[in-house]
C-alpha cells in the first residue's frame, strides 16, 4: 500500500502542504466562527482569518494545477477540486481552470474567453456603477467575473454540457449560505467582505506579474498566436513581485507567488521551494523585481485606468513602476475558467 510520503512529487512536501492545509482550515472555520461573535473586534479578525484561508487555498490551488505537490494527476485534481470550493471557483470545473492556466503559459498570452471590458463598453450604465464601485477600491470588476462564472454555461461563455453540473452547485453552496444566515446573517454578510479582500489579493498581484496580451480566443485551439512558446519573451515579460525583499517570510502570506520569474522557468516546482529557485536563478538584484510600496502607489493612481486596461503599455514595466505610471491589469484571475 503506497503511503502519503510516496504520493508525493516532492519527498520534502509533507510537512510545509501538510501545514498549508491545516492553515487553510483553522483560518477559514475559524474565521467564520469569529465572524458570528458579538462586537466588532473578534468579527474583524475573522474577516482577515477567513480571507487568507482562502487566498492561501487559491494558490494552492494554483500548486495543483501544475501537479506540484503529487506524482499523479488524479491526486492533485482530487485536491484542487476540494480547495475550490473554499475559494469559490467551484461553479467553474477544475479542469476548465487548469486548461486556461495552462494555455497561459503556453501561448505567452492571457487568453480569454469572456472579455468583460466589450461588455462593459456595451452596458455603460452597469459601467458607471463597475467605475463607481472601485473608485471606493471595491474588487468590481472580480464580481462581474465571479458573476459569469456561476452562469458561464448558461450564456454562452461555458460548455452547455455543464449546465445542470453548475445549477447543482449553485444551488448547493445556495443552501448553505441561506443556512448559515439562519444561524449569523452577521457572519455571512461579513463573509462577502472577506471574499472582497480575497479578490483584491489575487488581482493586485495578478496585475502586475506580466506584460502579455490579453486576447479572446481561449476557445480556439488553432488561434494564431505570436509568442507561443517564445522562452525568451516570456522571461522578459514576466515580473516578480514579492511582498518584501528583507522580510521574505512575508512572501508566505501569497504563499511564495510573488515569485513569479522563477515559477515560469520552473512551473512543477512547489511554492515552498520558489525563494531558494529564485536565488539560485536570479540572485539578490534581479532587474525584473517590482518593489511593493511601488506596485501599491500605481494601484492607488491608476486603479480606475485598470478597467479597461490590456497591458501595461509600451512602457518598460520596471521603469513605469518606479515612476508610478505601472497600469494593473484586471480580470486575469486563474480561479475564472473562461
Known amino acids: ?31 467564520w466562527l469569529l465572524m458570528a461573535r458579538p462586537g466588532w473586534l473578534l468579527p474583524t479578525l475573522g474577516v482577515l482569518a477567513c480571507a487568507h ?42 479542469e476548465d481552470l487548469r486548461y486556461k492556466h495552462m494555455r497561459h503559459h503556453v501561448d505567452n498570452a492571457d487568453t480569454i474567453a469572456f472579455d468583460y471590458r466589450a461588455w462593459l463598453k456595451a452596458h455603460p450604465r452597469i459601467e458607471k456603477v463597475v467605475f463607481a464601485l472601485e473608485w471606493a477600491y471595491v474588487p468590481a470588476v472580480d464580481y462581474l467575473m465571479h458573476a459569469v462564472l456561476m452562469v458561464a454555461p448558461f450564456i454562452g461563455y461555458g460548455d452547455p454540457a455543464q449546465r445542470k453540473r453548475t445549477a447543482a452547485v449553485l444551488l448547493v453552496r445556495l443552501t448553505l449560505l441561506a443556512a448559515l444566515a439562519v444561524w449569523s446573517l452577521k457572519a455571512v454578510l461579513l ?20 506584460n502579455y496580451d490579453i486576447i479572446a480566443i481561449l476557445n480556439d485551439k488553432d488561434a494564431p498566436l505570436p509568442h507561443k512558446g517564445d522562452r525568451d519573451y516570456e522571461e522578459s515579460n514576466t515580473y516578480t513581485n514579492p511582498i518584501s525583499r528583507r522580510w521574505p ?34 540572485g539578490d538584484d534581479f532587474a525584473q523585481t517590482l518593489p511593493f510600496k511601488d506596485q501599491l502607489r500605481s494601484y ?39
Open 249 to 282: 517570510v512575508l512572501n508566505l502570506l501569497v504563499l511564495n507567488f510573488c515569485y513569479h520569474n522563477a515559477h515560469h522557468t520552473k512551473p512543477t516546482l512547489p511554492w515552498y521551494k520558489l525563494p531558494a529557485a529564485h536565488r539560485e536563478l536570479y
Open 53 to 94: 484561508g482562502m487566498v492561501v487555498a487559491a494558490y494552492l490551488i494554483h500548486d495543483c494545477a501544475h501537479n506540484a505537490l503529487f506524482k499523479k494527476t488524479e491526486y492533485n485534481t482530487r485536491l484542487g477540486k476540494a480547495l475550490n470550493w473554499i475559494a469559490g471557483g467551484c461553479y467553474g470545473t477544475y
Open 300 to 338: 492607488h493612481r491608476h486603479r480606475l485606468d485598470g478597467i479597461h486596461a490590456e497591458t501595461y503599455g509600451q512602457v518598460e514595466a520596471t521603469r513605469a513602476i518606479r515612476e508610478g505610471s505601472a497600469v494593473p491589469v484586471y480580470g486575469l484571475s486563474f480561479l475564472t475558467a473562461f
Open 191 to 210: 463573509y462577502f467582505v472577506a471574499y472582497a479582500l480575497l479578490l483584491t489579493v489575487l488581482r493586485f498581484f495578478d496585475a502586475f506579474q506580466h
Open 1 to 31: 500500500m503506497a503511503t502519503i510520503q510516496s504520493t508525493l512529487r516532492h519527498p520534502d512536501g509533507l510537512a510545509p502542504n501538510a501545514a498549508a492545509l491545516a492553515y487553510i482550515l483553522i483560518t477559514y472555520v475559524g474565521g
